[in-house]
């Protein structure tokens, strides 16, 4: 059955109907984007689309396994090793869950785990009403996008947004480059769309999605890059400073609140839009978790002494889950190498197995140790497999999507993007192993979701998921939903994986509007209230 699509248009704002060429947000699949050459040599991108997809088959996996007779013996062994290699069983993702939870615990308290769980200086959830106008600017891994969110109460909101490109050479380049960069674009959305001139009381929340230690929601002590970034002179140091700097000698009139992650920003806008969402998970480029937790719980906040039951989102950071521990979460000979030829070795032990940035260089690597071990793609040329990271996730994608018997579209793919001929056989054994990926992906993923589930004694809520792994590649949701079933039983159903709100702008708008609420409620400025690291004074 095709997937049911639901369109969900907001009405254009009085701005968009005056100016017509801005487009707002509108929500259809596939997203499209269209990206525009900038006087200043930006690319501004602007997409007015989003995906909220709902497939038929986001309870049962298929099962595509197909006749195998033809196979011969060779090819069915490296099949069956593959498998042996790559499934997460009933028992082992049920070991593993139980790890995550102890994991998590410790990960609260002064002695830490390999998931840091970082208090975020969120402290709660929004009521829902919260209105007026913020900017927030996201850095992804391949774009920066600059949005301002009217929150309009009634969790409705309205966006207009420009994405910028971020040339690859960015992300290793210098402190002094990508703050520079990053202030150019807001200069340009200043430009675009205020004339240059911002009114004061336009606040930024600033969506950084890298593990940072904040003490107050305005600092973040970046302690290490993930996602193949490699920027030099900011690790270890607060990002903050590093950002106000650049705006001032650009000379761009626009003040930071709240520096959040992606995951918190899930979390926070899919619950003023479905209040029942108590996480927020990024399936993307990278992946991770945020829920919330109460002081009492997190010894490493003692020292605040803010009162017990005070809320605080937490960062789980669980891409970094068991990169010491490979007897708790066993790697293959693929993940090993990704790992060791990895700007961060030894680091997202967890995320370098399932997050989209790396799915395709796993399947790389199988494939390429298979003809060198003489089983597959005999006698050709297998240039293109011999390059880092030339497989994007997306041709796994297309190979599990392929729908006819005879794997016509596989052997297609493997032509035209990697040069490789393949015959029919050969092609049983891709496609399996594109399967195998895919579905290691996504268990251990809500093996992820359902450890934090038990932690935080959930049993039925919904969880925002977003990133490009949860929204376009086939049967993850499916598979998830399978995994959660063999960890709760049928239980596994009421823990609902759904579409998250925009956590990155929307999310990131709101966590500016409750981190300002607070300042007012407690009488202080914004200056004493967030800067000097009291952020938590107002709820005392
Ligand atoms: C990486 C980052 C984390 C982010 C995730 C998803 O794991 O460390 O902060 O939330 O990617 O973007």
Same mark, same amino acid.
């Given at each position: 059955?095709?997937?049911?699509?639901?369109?969900?248009?907001?009405?254009?704002?009085?701005?968009?109907?005056?100016?017509?060429?801005?487009?707002?947000?509108?929500?259809?699949?596939?997203?499209?984007?269209?990206?525009?050459?900038?006087?200043?040599?930006?690319?501004?991108?602007?997409?007015?689309?989003?995906?909220?997809?709902?497939?038929?088959?986001?309870?049962?996996?298929?099962?595509?396994?197909?006749?195998?007779?033809?196979?011969?013996?060779?090819?069915?062994?490296?099949?069956?090793?593959?498998?042996?290699?790559?499934?997460?069983?009933?028992?082992?993702?049920?070991?593993?869950?139980?790890?995550?939870?102890?994991?998590?615990?410790?990960?609260?308290?002064?002695?830490?785990?390999?998931?840091?769980?970082?208090?975020?200086?969120?402290?709660?959830?929004?009521?829902?009403?919260?209105?007026?106008?913020?900017?927030?600017?996201?850095?992804?891994?391949?774009?920066?996008?600059?949005?301002?969110?009217?929150?309009?109460?009634? /969790?409705?909101?309205?966006?207009?947004?420009?994405?910028?490109?971020?040339?690859?050479?960015? =992300?290793?380049?210098?402190?002094?480059?990508?703050?520079?960069?990053?202030?150019?674009?807001?200069?340009?959305?200043?430009?675009?769309?205020?004339?240059?001139?911002?009114?004061?009381?336009?606040? !930024?929340?600033?969506?950084?999605?890298?593990?940072?230690?904040?003490?107050?929601?305005?600092?973040?002590?970046?302690?290490?890059?993930?996602? &193949?970034?490699?920027?030099?002179?900011?690790?270890?140091?607060?990002?903050?400073? !590093?950002?106000?700097?650049?705006?001032?000698?650009? &000379?761009?009139?626009?003040?930071?609140?709240?520096?959040?992650?992606?995951?918190? &920003?899930?979390?926070?806008?899919?619950?003023?839009?479905?209040?029942?969402?108590?996480?927020?998970?990024?399936?993307?480029?990278?992946?991770?978790?945020?829920?919330?937790?109460?002081?009492?719980?997190?010894?490493?906040?003692?020292?605040?002494?803010?009162?017990?039951?005070?809320?605080?989102?937490?960062?789980?950071?669980?891409?970094?889950?068991?990169?010491?521990?490979?007897?708790?979460?066993?790697?293959?000979?693929?993940?090993?190498?990704?790992?060791?030829?990895?700007?961060?070795?030894?680091?997202?032990?967890?995320?370098?197995?399932?997050? &989209?940035?790396?799915?395709?260089?796993?399947?790389?690597?199988?494939?390429?140790?298979?003809?060198?071990?003489?089983?597959?793609?005999?006698?050709?040329?297998?240039?293109?497999?011999?390059?880092?990271?030339?497989?994007?996730?997306?041709?796994?994608?297309?190979?599990?999507?392929?729908?006819?018997?005879?794997?016509?579209?596989?052997?297609?793919?493997?032509?035209?993007?990697?040069?490789?001929?393949?015959?029919?056989?050969?092609? =049983?054994?891709?496609?399996?192993?594109?399967?195998?990926? /895919?579905?290691?992906?996504?268990?251990?993923?809500?093996?992820?979701?359902?450890?934090?589930? =038990?932690?935080?004694?959930?049993? =039925?809520?919904?969880?925002?998921?977003?990133?490009?792994?949860?929204?376009?590649?086939?049967?993850?949701?499916?598979?998830?939903?399978?995994?959660?079933?063999?960890?709760?039983?049928?239980?596994?159903?009421?823990?609902?994986?759904?579409?998250?709100?925009?956590?990155?702008?929307?999310?990131?708008?709101?966590?500016?509007?409750?981190?300002?609420?607070?300042?007012?409620?407690?009488?202080?400025?914004?200056?004493?209230?967030?800067?000097?690291?009291?952020?938590?004074?107002?709820?005392?």
């Amino acid at each position: 059955m095709a997937p049911q699509l639901r369109y969900v248009l907001l009405s254009p704002s009085p701005m968009a109907q005056a100016r017509p060429h801005l487009l707002r947000r509108a929500v259809a699949w596939p997203a499209t984007t269209c990206t525009l050459p900038t006087p200043k040599g930006l690319h501004r991108t602007i997409n007015p689309l989003r995906s909220v997809a709902c497939s038929s088959d986001v309870t049962n996996p298929p099962r595509r396994k197909g006749s195998m007779a033809d196979v011969p013996k060779d090819l069915m062994d490296c099949i069956t090793d593959l498998e042996k290699l790559f499934t997460v069983d009933k028992q082992r993702i049920n070991e593993l869950c139980d790890e995550f939870v102890k994991e998590f615990e410790k990960g609260l308290t002064e002695e830490g785990s390999s998931i840091p769980q970082l208090p975020t200086w969120v402290l709660g959830f929004p009521n829902g009403e919260e209105k007026g106008t913020y900017l927030a600017l996201d850095m992804g891994g391949t774009n920066l996008r600059v949005c301002e969110i009217t929150l309009m109460g009634h /969790g409705k909101f309205d966006i207009l947004q420009s994405k910028y490109r971020m040339d690859p050479s960015v =992300k290793t380049s210098t402190a002094e480059e990508l703050f520079g960069y990053i202030a150019d674009c807001l200069k340009q959305f200043v430009h675009d769309h205020h004339e240059g001139v911002v009114k004061e009381e336009l606040h !930024l929340g600033f969506t950084f999605s890298y593990p940072c230690d904040q003490h107050a929601i305005d600092h973040g002590i970046l302690q290490r890059w993930t996602k &193949g970034f490699d920027v030099k002179g900011v690790e270890g140091v607060d990002v903050v400073p !590093l950002f106000e700097a650049a705006l001032k000698e650009k &000379g761009v009139p626009i003040k930071l609140t709240a520096l959040i992650n992606d995951t918190t &920003g899930a979390l926070i806008a899919s619950n003023y839009a479905h209040p029942d969402t108590k996480m927020g998970v990024i399936f993307g480029t990278g992946c991770n978790a945020a829920y919330m937790e109460v002081a009492e719980n997190i010894p490493k906040v003692a020292k605040h002494n803010l009162p017990p039951d005070t809320p605080m989102a937490i960062n789980c950071e669980w891409g970094a889950a068991f990169s010491d521990r490979p007897d708790v979460l066993p790697r293959t000979k693929y993940d090993v190498i990704i790992d060791k030829e990895s700007p961060r070795p030894g680091q997202q032990a967890f995320e370098k197995m399932i997050a &989209g940035l790396y799915l395709g260089e796993v399947f790389r690597l199988a494939l390429l140790d298979l003809h060198q071990q003489g089983h597959i793609f005999l006698g050709q040329s297998v240039a293109k497999l011999q390059t880092s990271y030339t497989i994007d996730t997306e041709i796994l994608s297309l190979i599990e999507l392929d729908p006819f018997e005879n794997l016509r579209e596989t052997i297609d793919v493997l032509e035209t993007k990697l040069g490789i001929q393949c015959n029919e056989q050969e092609a =049983k054994l891709v496609r399996r192993l594109a399967e195998l990926i /895919g579905t290691r992906s996504a268990r251990l993923s809500a093996c992820g979701v359902a450890a934090i589930a =038990k932690k935080a004694g959930l049993t =039925k809520c919904k969880v925002g998921a977003d990133g490009s792994v949860f929204n376009l590649y086939p049967h993850f949701k499916a598979r998830g939903a399978e995994a959660l079933r063999d960890i709760f039983g049928d239980a596994g159903d009421d823990i609902d994986i759904v579409h998250a709100e925009d956590g990155s702008g929307v999310g990131a708008a709101l966590i500016a509007a409750l981190t300002l609420e607070r300042v007012k409620a407690a009488g202080l400025s914004r200056e004493c209230m967030l800067r000097k690291g009291v952020s938590h004074a107002a709820v005392s």
